[in-house]
C-alpha cells in the first residue's frame, strides 16, 4: 500500500486561506469517505482536526473544514493563524486488510 | 479524561525482539479498535497495526507483516505490539491510537525504538 500523496509545504499569511490535497487512489481515497485530517505540532502527539471527510470533532476550530473529489481529499484552513503552522498529514481507510494509510505529509507555514 | 500510556521502547540490536505495551485510562477500552502508528525521526506518519474491540479482525502493514503481532488484553485495558527480527527501518517513535469508527481520536505521547547494533 503506497502513501497518499500531499505536497510537502504550503505557506500563506495570517487571514488567508489554504487547501491542502491529499491524492490517493480507487483502492483507498476513491472507495470510502472515511479520510481523516491530523495536526501535529513539533514533538507533540498528532491531533483529529478532520474525520469522515467533513466531519469537525468537538472543539476543533471552524476554521479547518475538508471535502473529497474522486481520488483526491483537501483539507482548507481558512482566516490562517500562527497557531496553524504545523505539520498535517491525511489518513484513509484501505479496506479490512490494511486498514489504513497516511498520506506524506505537508508543512504549513504562517508567513 | 481520556489517556493512552506506551512503555517498553529502548535501544535493541538488529535482529532481536522487543514487546511494546499501551495503558489506557479514561474511557471503555472494551468498546473500541486500537491501532499502532510509527513515525521514523523526520519523517511522516506510517499506520503499522490494528485490532478490533474482541481481537477478532487484525490488520498489519507490509512493511511488518509476519514480524510484528499486535494484540490486547481487555481486562487489563491494555494494548501489545510484539516486535520480532527487528531492523534498523524499525527505528522510530511508536504512537498507540484509540479509534473511534474509522479515524484516530485520541493519540499517546509515544515510546521511542531504537534498532542499532
Known amino acids: 500500500q503506497s502513501a497518499l500523496t500531499q505536497p510537502a509545504s504550503v505557506s500563506g499569511s495570517p487571514g488567508q486561506s489554504i487547501t491542502i490535497s491529499c491524492t490517493g487512489t480507487s483502492s483507498d481515497v476513491g472507495s470510502y469517505n472515511l479520510v481523516s485530517w491530523y495536526q501535529q505540532h513539533p514533538g507533540k502527539a498528532p491531533k483529529l482536526m478532520i474525520y469522515e471527510g467533513s466531519k469537525r470533532p468537538s472543539g476543533v476550530s471552524n476554521r479547518f473544514s475538508g471535502s473529497k473529489s474522486g481520488n483526491t481529499a483537501s483539507l482548507t484552513i481558512s482566516g490562517l493563524q500562527a497557531e496553524d503552522e504545523a505539520d498535517y498529514y491525511c489518513?484513509?481507510?484501505?479496506?479490512?486488510?490494511?486498514?489504513?494509510?497516511f498520506g506524506t505529509g505537508t508543512k504549513v507555514t504562517v508567513l | 479524561e481520556v489517556q493512552l500510556v506506551e512503555s517498553g521502547g529502548g535501544l535493541v540490536q538488529p535482529g532481536r525482539s522487543l514487546r511494546l505495551s499501551c495503558a489506557a485510562s479514561?474511557?471503555?477500552?472494551?468498546?473500541?479498535?486500537m491501532h499502532w502508528v510509527r513515525q521514523a525521526p523526520g519523517k511522516g506518519l506510517e499506520w503499522v497495526s490494528g485490532?478490533?474491540?474482541?481481537?477478532?479482525?487484525?490488520g498489519y502493514a507490509d512493511s511488518v507483516k509476519g514480524r510484528f503481532t499486535i494484540s490486547r488484553d481487555n481486562a487489563k485495558n491494555s494494548l501489545y505490539l510484539q516486535m520480532n527480527s527487528l531492523r534498523a527501518e524499525d527505528t522510530a517513535l511508536y504512537y498507540c491510537?484509540?479509534?473511534?469508527?474509522?479515524?484516530?481520536?485520541?493519540w499517546g505521547q509515544g515510546t521511542l525504538v531504537t534498532v542499532s547494533s
Open positions: 489518513c484513509s481507510y484501505a479496506g479490512s486488510s490494511t486498514f489504513y494509510v
Open positions: 485490532i478490533s474491540w474482541n481481537s477478532g479482525s487484525i
Open positions: 479514561g474511557f471503555t477500552f472494551d468498546d473500541y479498535a
Open positions: 491510537a484509540k479509534a473511534t469508527n474509522y479515524d484516530l481520536s485520541t
